[in-house]
């Protein structure tokens, strides 16, 4: 069953129940497949999984406690511990569940206006962003309302990618769009009843209207940043030094149903079927499928997600300074908190390699990725503590490279 061999025994968790949250995506799939698939009683854990509607309605279970740790966006531990978001509260993560997954998705009327305006075609992320600026620009010329594009939280990956790719190609977010938060699975009914023009969200929210007729996939979040964290676990910070053992077990679990997500195909079809006939997913298996399909060098689709391959688990501090950043170019970050306190505190490299090391998987050994992010144009080799890991690009779309 398990795709990578454990170096047990473990310490017992300290409490076997824990209540896990999560919300009706296909990168929820490490938390389903850890269930179903025996990775959580492996470990020791009972675990309850609870679907939640929203990233508010999840946020707030896991900072009331009616949570013990949950699926979370990349920048909801920072933006708790910062109390920025909800409650002050300081929750950690210690576990990337994985990079990539969203999409670019926009209504067949606003696409059909793109290829009018699009001289060299829309294969490349960059000149579709660039022929979105010029659509922009000719609404504004004919005193059209803004275009209408949603994200689904104001402190998730896909707001800041959303952001960036406009800004690649000319746009002002801020000044020439309407920008709106729509939870995920209502992102395509409103773009069915013309309430959006394009959305930036994860599968199978983009394969779903692409089924239906009622949109087109632009590009994926790969396409935007190349090694986007797009999912991690979070935990309450006072829970994870109460439960420690329990914690690591979590950590353990996951990482196991992560490397097995990733290990062949037939175990991403099998996922896609466990997340919609467990009742996780209320859409077609081959929808989920086709967005929960192993990436290749030749091949992608909207769905491109890496749950395990090339340190796809590590917290790297440099993503999540990286989305930082992005918050203060914006102004969603105010300069005079204490970052780099709060990195330290809701980052938790350490406490991934106290559990990959039990695992005896190599892991990283600096905390910020070697180059800078965005550094890397091809596959590289990153020097590991129980040998070299694979890694593979991870350019941003205009070029630039961040050093944290």
């Excluded at 920048?75 to 909800?86: E, I, Q, R, V």
């Excluded at 679990?253 to 490397?259: E, G, I, K, S």
């Excluded at 992010?373 to 961040?402: K, N, Q, Y």
Aim: with cysteine; proline share 7%.
């Amino acid at each position: 069953m398990n795709a990578i061999p454990a170096d047990g025994p473990f310490t017992a968790p300290e409490r076997r129940q824990v209540t896990l949250g999560m919300l009706p995506l296909n990168d929820a799939a490490p938390l389903v497949v850890a269930l179903e698939e025996g990775f959580f009683a492996e470990q020791g854990l009972e675990v309850t999984l609870v679907v939640e509607s929203s990233w508010a309605s999840l946020r707030d279970g896991l900072q009331l406690g009616l949570l013990d740790a949950a699926q979370m966006l990349a920048l909801m531990p920072l933006a708790s511990t910062l109390g920025l978001d909800g409650r002050p509260t300081p929750v950690l993560s210690a576990l990337t569940l994985n990079l990539g997954g969203n999409a670019i998705t926009v209504s067949p009327e606003l696409h059909a206006r793109l290829l009018d305006v699009a001289p060299h075609g829309l294969d490349a992320p960059l000149e579709q962003a660039r022929a979105l600026a010029r659509v922009v620009a000719a609404r504004q010329r004919a005193g059209e309302a803004p275009l209408r594009f949603a994200n689904v939280y104001p402190f998730s990956s896909h707001r800041y990618l959303l952001r960036y790719w406009l800004a690649a190609g000319g746009i002002d977010p801020d000044r020439d769009l309407d920008l709106r938060v729509v939870p995920p699975p209502q992102m395509v009914s409103q773009l069915e009843a013309g309430r959006l023009d394009g959305y930036c969200v994860g599968e199978p929210w983009n394969r779903l209207a692409v089924s239906r007729g009622s949109g087109v996939v632009l590009c994926d979040s790969f396409a935007i940043w190349g090694a986007s964290p797009e999912k991690v676990l979070g935990v309450r910070e006072a829970w994870a030094d109460r439960y420690p053992a329990t914690h690591r077990a979590l950590l353990r679990a996951l990482l196991a149903a992560c490397a097995w997500l990733d290990d062949t195909p037939a175990h991403r079809e099998r996922a896609a079927r466990r997340l919609c006939m467990g009742g996780y997913l209320d859409v077609s298996p081959l929808v989920v499928e086709e967005g929960l399909r192993l990436p290749t060098q030749t091949a992608s689709s909207s769905g491109r997600t890496l749950f395990h391959r090339h340190a796809a688990n590590f917290p790297w501090r440099s993503q999540t300074r990286w989305y930082a950043a992005q918050m203060q170019r914006w102004g969603h970050l105010d300069a005079s908190l204490d970052l780099e306190v709060a990195l330290a505190g809701c980052v938790r490299p350490d406490l991934y390699r106290q559990a990959a090391d039990e695992l005896a998987l190599s892991c990283p050994l600096s905390d910020v990725k070697p180059g800078g992010e965005g550094a890397h144009a091809g596959p590289w080799t990153l020097p590991g503590s129980r040998g070299d890991i694979a890694m593979a690009a991870d350019r941003f779309i205009d070029g630039e490279v961040f050093t944290a």
